[in-house]
């Protein structure tokens, strides 16, 4: 056996340390590793003799070593293996394959070129764009078989023409896109690709036997899972170079061309290719079996940090779990991760990968069998309670380390795994070596002879003879058809021979489900969790982009399709409604993710072009929605810088409709080509030249730092899109720029405002610089940056993914140095993070148009400081805040706490609330200073002067109604006065502080409600209940409430009783003299029924006076105050206040005839019958009936009472005077019967009268120098006489009356009438006549109603 040896590799005079990588390029008849080659595949310089010396020990097969002195390069045998694969030549596609995407001209493959740097790149083997062709005789063999094609001959899988995937000539920069394709150059250079390092670096295995796992742990290149003492270096033998070749080309070819570029294949290549080729990323198994993001928003990144791309990371932890037996090195750490933002709580252990763990540790996957590209085994579900035990089979395809199809008895319909694929993906990624590893089934086919196969297919069918025999049927009648399709091509498909150059690699993904579950959730309207489904559904997405997998944008496409279906945005349309806020931010979200996908450094420009398309024609549709509710047209364009000009029409301001995908679609003008932009992003240590030409100047600071002068938020979307996919270093560098560029801007508005100060400050007023401000905006920068910084300064801790979704752990921060170059070495990203944070909310930024944007602003603001609360302040951090806080101070115009501020910008109260606090405990001083100025709320303080048109559009604002646009005002409003209650609160104990604030408050707080908010916050903290009495803070509460008195003394609020009872008690609380200033100046305050009711009332009660422990003087100097508050109020409102004042003056003489004599006084003019009675009544029990009675005559003579109102509430009243008078005697009954008669004309109150003035004699109230005479008056006699006839009258009126709309139903209630009427009639001693008459002209006049008069003639005759 001839073995025709060629290189592997050549490292003599190559330097240890230099950035050299290793080539790999397959020579026609064996694997080849080396940095250049010649058409022919040879390698210049090295010996490929044929005999060569065996090396001592090796292994089978007959390794050599190259002949060039000094080389030990190995040489792998070329096995005399020659057969053909007839599956190459009829790969069917599996049903539910995504096509493949337009092909571009063949390049020659030229994987992971090798070079030194500086040394320009070649193709590697046969001449550029050409694979080698097969020999002649090679054909004519096999085309025998019926295996390999001639040149230009159909191949069985129906392509045109003979198709060759490219892989890019930079694949050496970027490993993870080495998938082919055009794609622009970005981050070059990076570290060697971790599969050619482990060429020199130890294997924890010096020996792997055929099948044996190598080292299968978590990434590509992991070193394994050992212990080592820092600065140790294992003494073990290195990985073999089979496996490092099969390693690579299994992750970047398709084995479909591996077997075209090569005309025969050793079958130890093949296993291990094969046995390469299965995902070895748990995270990426993780990421595909649960909803949920690990660790929250941006811990992805975090972990890729310290430069491990996605494809480099290792296996998931699992804190207390050990790496199986037999396990891989570098799987002994891989254990039961929680997966994506699961903890070990109860949130997470229902995710698909927890109990794929569960059932792996339990042992329940069993008959593990791996034919080429395909995986299956079973998985039994343990018995429960409710359910016995199932057993499930699962099937897995896979190419080049991506799982492109799973199948699972369960019956799954979710988007991602189940946990039978999980535990089956895990067994073989864990436990390799337990796995049964055999070719692809069309090898094994190609050993047998006819025999053999006859016997395998008739045993094939008997095993399933209900399911295959049709199709083995229908399948044998066209072979021996000679006119069939299935004879026109040669060869024929095996499914477990992997994908086809052609087919996309891809992970599997369910694109129906990803539908259904988006439309189901969209369904649901933002309830029952859907809206935290969708977000979560968001968070796969960037998950997905970090790892850079194409899947990414696959998923939001097929979620933005059923976004753009929802049938809300049509109803929403035609009814002219704007949607919820929830389903508005899912948009956001969705935008945001799109712009992100467009900016994709290794975006292929087809890819580009293709999703630009898209979403322009979305963009088109009239129902999607606009960016900015009905004002989206107003925003400037995202690849325009801000306009400064203060000279702008409404037509150089509009913009045209503006959608959601607007920014996004804006993003093709942006590409990464820019030579600056390549420096920075791709070295820590660029610097500015020393000898710096005229337009290099701008890109630097005058540190030598480099600026990148760019539309902020653009310039930010960038480093979301370098962060989102996986590229946090880059991102890192280019954010360290921008903030560069941000303090030069913030250094040069100083000095320009330095200029202007006198001005601006004479004029009171400035104009708007930043139409757009940067936190509310869509592409959110700010928050960018400061996540972006922070996740680099993020501990890598395991134990936050031990927390549940409902107990989420403070996650911890590290001051990690600014990275080398940087002239400050004492920054750091933690620093830098609360910088950008401090300028961005800082900014003075004008109030967007429309409710939802005002409240992102809000909303926005308040996620950013959530983040900054979680930072611990250190030193190097209060430095950092010091400085920016008075940066702001003195900013002018350009900041939001400078002195001048424009009318319309937006306020500052919650960020001056966080900013106080922070700086409280380090400056005192400083905080109360930005606290006071943050205090100011100029849309409620400032008119818009006439000469200031700095932004046309706001001038809506001068509309007679109050501030129509300010939406949000309510809420500003809130939060100005939580932070005059923080200050209020930290300054109790200092009277000068407190002083200030309360001037403060006093200037800038219009809404009473929120005064006495304050007020009352105040008297709490003043008046704890463990401790003394703080007087300076009570005066203040005092002050306030005063405040609001005044506010709401001529305005309605509902709430004034409580603020008025509420001042009282506080005045008690400071004391006797504040007690009685207010009773002093009470009409400022209050009014006259508040005044005397309320506070007089209040003030000179008894639990006051021992609350007050007063003495004799101060009582009565309190009770004349009050005394005289009670006249004057009756003097100003006798109606409301005479009672009031008559019962306040009743212990001092003078002053209650005082207020007698102005209740009579008032009685004559517009007093009620109602006040007259009720003081009539006041004057009654204190012992006065003579004056009761004469204000009872003088209500009597306001009264009207008619006939029919029997149960009018005056009756009591009318009856009380009456028994009044009749008590005092004949002649006071005398003079009211007049009043009565007048007055009274229902005939039951009459006769009740007349009742009770015959019961019983008058003159028996006991009054002084009268007698009663004892006996009962007569009703024939004078004054009774008069009431009599009166109430005869007005029964007959009443009857009449009754009789003219009456009702049968009414009869017998008639009927009841006219009998008490005749006890009325029958007093007199001819009453019986007058009753007959009466009845006889009832029946005359009313003799049509038959029924009626039928029942009065048998009642009354």
């Known amino acids: 056996m001839l073995h025709s040896a060629v290189p592997i590799s050549c490292p003599v005079n190559q330097p240890q340390e230099a950035d050299v990588e290793c080539s790999l390029t397959l020579c026609p008849t064996t694997l080849q590793l080396h940095g250049g080659g010649s058409k022919d595949g040879s390698q210049p310089g090295h010996s490929t003799r044929p005999h060569s010396p065996p090396l001592s020990g090796r292994a089978a097969g007959g390794l050599e070593v190259c002949r060039r002195r000094g080389c030990p390069a190995l040489l792998v045998p070329r096995w005399p293996l020659a057969r053909a694969r007839s599956r190459l030549l009829a790969r069917s596609r599996r049903p539910g394959q995504r096509a493949p995407p337009p092909r571009r001209p063949a390049a020659a493959p030229v994987a992971l070129a090798a070079r030194a740097p500086g040394r320009p790149r070649r193709p590697l083997g046969p001449a550029a764009g050409e694979f080698p062709r097969p020999a002649p005789w090679r054909h004519s063999w096999a085309l025998a078989r019926g295996a390999w094609p001639w040149p230009g001959s159909r191949r069985s899988r129906c392509r045109r023409g003979r198709r060759r995937l490219r892989l890019s000539q930079s694949v050496s920069q970027f490993p993870a896109m080495a998938e082919g394709g055009e794609r622009e150059e970005l981050l070059s250079p990076l570290t060697v690709s971790p599969a050619k390092r482990l060429c020199s670096w130890p294997s924890p295995r010096a020996h792997h036997p055929r099948g044996s796992p190598g080292v299968a742990s978590g990434g590509v290149g992991g070193v394994g899972g050992s212990a080592l003492t820092p600065g140790a270096r294992p003494h073990l033998q290195p990985e073999s170079l089979l496996d490092c070749a099969a390693k690579t080309v299994a992750e970047k070819w398709a084995y479909e061309r591996v077997e075209e570029r090569f005309e025969r294949i050793p079958e130890p290549v093949q296993r291990r290719i094969v046995y390469w080729s299965f995902p070895r990323n748990e995270r990426q198994i993780c990421m595909y079996s649960s909803f949920q993001d690990r660790g929250g928003p941006g811990a992805g990144a975090a972990g890729s940090a310290a430069g491990a791309s996605p494809a480099e990371e290792g296996p998931l932890p699992l804190p207390g779990a050990a790496a199986p037996a037999g396990s891989a090195p570098g799987a002994a750490s891989a254990g039961a991760s929680p997966g994506p933002g699961a903890g070990a709580g109860a949130a997470g252990e229902g995710l698909p990968f927890r109990r794929g763990i569960r059932l792996l540790d339990s042992g329940s996957v069993e008959n593990v069998l791996q034919v080429g590209f395909h995986l299956s085994g079973t998985v039994t579900e343990p018995a429960t309670t409710s359910e016995p035990a199932m057993t499930y089979k699962v099937a897995i395809s896979f190419d080049r380390c991506k799982i492109t199809s799973v199948t699972c008895g369960c019956g799954n319909k979710d988007i991602f795994y189940c946990a039978h694929v999980v535990a089956l993906s895990l067994y073989r990624i864990r436990k390799p070596d337990q796995v049964k590893l055999r070719l692809p089934i069309s090898e094994t086919l190609f050993q047998m002879n006819r025999d053999q196969l006859q016997k395998f297919i008739q045993y094939l069918i008997t095993a399933h003879h209900t399911e295959v025999l049709p ?666 206040c005479a009672l009031s004042a008559l019962t306040l003056c009743e212990k001092d003489h003078i002053a209650f005839e005082a207020a007698y004599q102005i209740a009579i006084d008032a009685a004559a003019g517009g007093m009620t019958h109602s006040q007259l009675f009720t003081i009539a009544r006041y004057m009654e029990l204190r012992g006065y009936p003579l004056r009761a009675f004469k204000l009872a005559s003088l209500a009597m003579s306001h009264l009207n009472l008619a006939y029919n109102q029997d149960t009018h509430p005056a009756i009591n009243d009318v009856l009380w005077a009456c028994a009044l008078s009749h008590s005092l005697g004949k002649n006071e009954l005398a003079a009211l019967i007049p009043l009565v008669v007048k007055s009274v004309h229902c005939a039951t109150v009459l006769s009740d009268i007349l009742r009770r003035c015959t019961v019983t004699a008058p003159g028996l109230a006991g009054i002084p120098g009268r007698r009663s005479s004892g006996k009962l008056m007569s009703t024939d006699k004078a004054p009774l006489r008069q009431l009599l006839d009166a109430t005869i009258n007005a029964y007959i009126n009443t009857t009449h009356s009754r009789l003219t709309h009456i009702s049968p139903r009414h009869y017998g209630e008639f009927i009841e009438f006219l009998s008490k009427a005749r006890e009325t009639f029958l007093l007199p001693q001819d009453g019986h006549l007058q009753f007959a008459q009466f009845i006889d002209n009832l029946k005359q006049i009313y003799k049509g109603k038959k029924k009626l008069m039928l029942l009065v003639r048998e009642r009354f005759g």
């Not at 139409?771 to 680099?792: M, Q």
């Not at 006071?932 to 109604?961: F, I, Q």
């Not at 809420?971 to 200092?990: F, I, N, R, V, Y």
């Open 471 to 1136: 199709t083995a049927q229908k399948l044998a009648d066209e072979i021996l058809s000679s006119n069939s399709e299935i004879n026109q091509v040669n060869g024929a498909p095996d499914p477990t021979a992997g994908a086809s150059i052609d087919d996309e690699n891809c992970w599997h993904l369910d694109e129906e489900q990803v539908k259904e579950q988006v439309k189901l959730f969209l369904s649901q309207g933002g309830y029952y969790g859907s809206g935290k489904q969708l977000n979560s559904m968001f968070a796969k997405v960037r998950e997905m982009l970090r790892m850079r997998d194409s899947n990414g944008a696959r998923m939001l496409t097929l979620i933005t399709e059923q976004f753009m279906a929802d049938p809300r945005l049509t109803l929403w349309r035609q009814q002219g409604t704007s949607m919820t806020d929830k389903c508005r931010q899912l948009w956001d979200e969705l935008g945001a993710l799109w712009v992100c996908i467009i900016l994709n450094p290794h975006c292929k420009l087809e890819e580009k072009s293709s999703w630009l398309q898209q979403l322009q024609k979305w963009s088109d549709l009239d129902v999607c929605p606009l960016e900015d509710g009905n004002y989206g047209h107003e925003l400037p364009n995202i690849t325009n810088a801000l306009p400064q000009s203060t000279n702008h029409s409404p037509d150089t301001l509009s913009r045209p409709r503006r959608t959601v995908f607007t920014r996004a679609i804006e993003g093709r003008e942006l590409h990464w080509q820019d030579s600056h932009l390549q420096r920075i992003i791709s070295s820590d240590k660029y610097v500015a030249p020393a000898c710096q030409q005229e337009s290099e100047r701008l890109l630097f600071n005058s540190q030598g730092q480099p600026l990148w002068l760019e539309h902020v938020p653009t310039a930010c979307a960038r480093v979301d899109a370098l962060r989102s996919h996986g590229y946090p270093k880059e991102a890192l560098r280019l954010t360290v720029a921008i903030i560069n560029t941000l303090r030069l801007q913030q250094q040069r508005q100083l000095e320009i405002y330095k200029h202007q100060k006198k001005e601006l400050l004479h004029r009171g007023t400035t104009t708007i610089t930043n139409l757009e401000g940067w936190v509310g905006h869509p592409l959110d920068p700010i928050g960018c940056l400061f996540l972006t910084l922070t996740e680099a300064c993020r501990l890598n801790d395991d134990s936050y993914l031990e927390v549940s979704d409902m107990n989420e752990s403070r996650p911890v921060y590290q001051h990690v140095p600014v990275a080398a170059g940087c002239p400050n070495s004492s920054e750091s990203y933690l620093s830098l993070a609360l910088e950008v944070a401090l300028m961005g909310m800082g900014q003075q930024r004008v109030m967007p148009e429309g409710l939802y944007a005002q409240d992102k602003v809000c909303r926005n603001e308040e996620q950013l400081l959530s983040q900054l609360q979680e930072l611990q302040l250190d030193n190097e951090l209060v430095q950092t805040l010091q400085k920016q806080c008075i940066l702001l101070l003195e900013g002018g115009p350009f900041s939001g706490l400078g002195e001048v501020i424009h009318r319309e910008s937006v306020p500052m109260h919650t960020f001056a609330k966080y900013l106080f606090s922070a700086l409280l405990p380090h400056d005192p001083d400083l905080s109360y200073k930005l606290a006071l100025r943050a205090m100011r709320l100029p849309v409620l303080e400032n008119s818009t002067s006439a000469g200031d048109t700095s932004h046309p559009h706001h001038m809506v604002s001068v509309v007679p109604s109050r501030y129509p646009r300010w939406f949000t005002l309510g809420h500003l409003e809130s939060q100005q006065c939580e932070l005059a209650s923080t200050m209020l609160t930290a300054a109790k104990g200092d009277t000068v502080r407190l002083r200030t604030i309360l001037e403060a408050i006093q200037k800038h707080i219009h809404s009473s409600s929120l005064i006495f908010k304050l007020a009352q916050d105040a008297f709490k903290i003043a008046t704890p209940t463990d401790s003394s009495t703080d007087s300076t803070l009570l005066n203040v509460a005092l002050e306030l409430g005063l405040q609001v008195m005044r506010m709401t003394l001529s305005t309605l609020n509902w709430r004034r009783r409580e603020m008025v009872r509420w001042l009282v008690t506080c005045a008690t609380e400071v004391g006797v003299r504040a007690l009685v200033s207010i009773l002093q100046s009470w009409y400022t305050l209050f009014t006259p029924t508040e005044a005397t009711s309320i506070v007089a009332a209040t003030a000179v009660s008894h639990t006051t006076l021992l609350r007050l422990s007063l003495d004799y003087p101060q009582r009565e100097e309190l009770a004349s105050c009050a005394r005289t508050l009670a006249l004057q109020c009756a003097m100003k409102d006798p109606q409301s």
